[in-house]
């Protein structure tokens, strides 16, 4: 089929062939990740936002691939829960992030995000209650962060796992809320501690009447529900501003800190 589009086609051909040589090799490669040490966690503070405090941060890995080089979740996370690489993926993040917020002090949580195909593991509480005993993370400050594409694929299940979850005395943040599968329902029926707004509100609130409608409508639905919101995408002190305005509790976004290497101590280091 090459050869009878003539030479333009050809021209373009080669390139075609280096974006799937590169997508099989990052697939191919990606089994072997953690096991040869290329993941690394980086974290990023959340703020309470009246006053400030420091409450925790959210771990968010990084894959360094020996060739290609610095290489976003975006980009291989769905390979991940396509290929099953996401189970081991996911328990070195967890037993990573739980290892290092337990030297940190006692009043810092840890987030960690938990891939919807994670939610349909079997194991999944035993290999969460172990990551906690082995780290010596008090279960009280871990959070896992779960989509709504969490719950959808099975509600039974889900609800099941979560109650187990809940029950070990850690909580759940509802991520990217407002976007996807939303459904008020979820709120109601999900053990849940808090919503976090997607960040594609904020970041269009300026000059979208919709986005801060939608924003504001979230901040009451918790408000009612007793549900804290926290809103991420916190970019400017305007963000800011308007989000104190409207009485949200909590902040994430580049204003308080970029996803950052932290020391022991839980401190983010000096950026380069
Ligand atoms: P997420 O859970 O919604 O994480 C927030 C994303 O927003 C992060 O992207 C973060 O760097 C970015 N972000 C934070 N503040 C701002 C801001 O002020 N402005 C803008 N424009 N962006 C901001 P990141 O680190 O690239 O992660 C992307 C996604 O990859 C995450 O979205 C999450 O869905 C997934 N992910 C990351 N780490 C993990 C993990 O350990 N496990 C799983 N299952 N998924 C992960
Ligand atoms: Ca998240
Ligand atoms: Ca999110
Ligand atoms: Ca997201």
Redesign the pocket.
Known sequence: AKASFGEAVCHFCPDMDEVARRQRRIATDLRHAVERGELH??Y?PQHALEGGTLLGY?????WIHPEYGLI???DF?PM??QSGD?FA??EW??NE?ARAAAQWDDDLKIA????P??LQQEGLVQMITGILIDSGLPARRLEL?I?EGAIIADRTHALHVLRQIKALGISIAL??FGTGYSSLDTLGTFPIDKI?I??SF??RSAGNVQAATILRAVLALGRSLDIPVLA????TRA?LDLLRDEGCAEG?????G??APLDDNGRQMAQA
Not at 58 to 62: G, I
Not at 252 to 256: A, E, I, K, S
């Open positions: 966690l980086l990023q959210e771990a968010l890995v990084r976003s979740p975006v996370i991940a829960e996401i993926i996911g993040v967890l992030a960690v995000n938990l891939s195909v994670q962060e989509t991520d990217d976090k997607d960040k904020l970041l991420e995408g916190v970019e963000h994430q976004g580049y204003l308080f970029r996803p």
